[in-house]
T-cell receptor
């Protein structure tokens, strides 16, 4: 059971289009991370957001953490084939004994075709 | 700086057998977390080791066990393998002293197939 719900599950777009992936939960998180994973490989950390309402930009990727720290979104502008992958969000707990123990969503598979 | 490494890359076992997976943490990291990722799912937290002690466990049965060594490398052991144990096993390293953002870094994973 995934405590973090990601939507959509699958997204196929043409190169140059924009896309947004959502990550929602009923739980409040101390931080939220976004990863991209390619087949047969481990997830690669893209960004960590920690402050409610925070917006971070990484080139064409824009990440937002909801004001209530329960949800997040990832927006890709002018998608490229290299953006293809499984995008995962992961929420961190508040307590010190939850350090490094993240709850993951099921992921959004993004396919960008030339 | 050396990243997280895992071995073996792939493994095929039969039901009832036992398996050991290995992970070397990133240089300077003293915490290793193990995750199981079934096909089409996100990673599920198995357990975490900090300074050679188990430091939290997810919803996995006792036949999943682990170790952490003085150099912070780690092993995941699974006894009495079941078909549903087939998955990608990921380890992630982190260090409370070096990251205020609770960041962890993943290895490439071990693909376990149970027949």
């Amino acid at each position: 059971t995934q405590l973090l719900e990601q939507s959509p599950q699958f997204l196929s777009i043409q190169e140059g289009e924009n896309l947004t992936v959502y990550c929602n939960s009923s739980s409040v998180f101390s931080s939220l991370q976004w990863y991209r994973q390619e087949p047969g490989e481990g997830p690669v950390l893209l960004v960590t957001v920690v402050t409610g309402g925070e917006v971070k930009k990484l080139k064409r990727l824009t990440f937002q953490f909801g004001d209530a720290r329960k949800d997040s979104s990832l927006h890709i502008t002018a998608a490229q084939p290299g953006d293809t992958g499984l995008y995962l969000c992961a929420g961190g707990g508040w307590a010190t004994d939850s350090w490094g123990k993240f709850q993951f969503g099921a992921g959004t598979q993004v396919v960008v075709t030339p | 700086e050396t990243g997280v490494t895992q071995s073996p890359t792939h493994l095929i076992k039969t039901r009832g057998q036992q398996v050991t997976l290995r992970c070397s943490s990133q240089s300077g990291h003293n915490t290793v977390s193990w995750y199981q990722q079934a096909l089409g799912q996100g990673p599920q937290f198995i357990f975490q080791y900090y300074r050679e002690e188990e430091n939290g466990r997810g919803n996995f049965p006792p036949r999943f066990s682990g170790l952490q060594f003085p150099n912070y490398s780690s092993e995941l052991n699974v006894n009495a393998l079941e078909l549903d144990d087939s998955a990608l096993y990921l380890c992630a390293s982190s260090s409370p002293s070096s990251s205020v953002y609770n960041e962890q870094f993943f290895g490439p994973g071990t693909r376990l197939t149970v027949l």
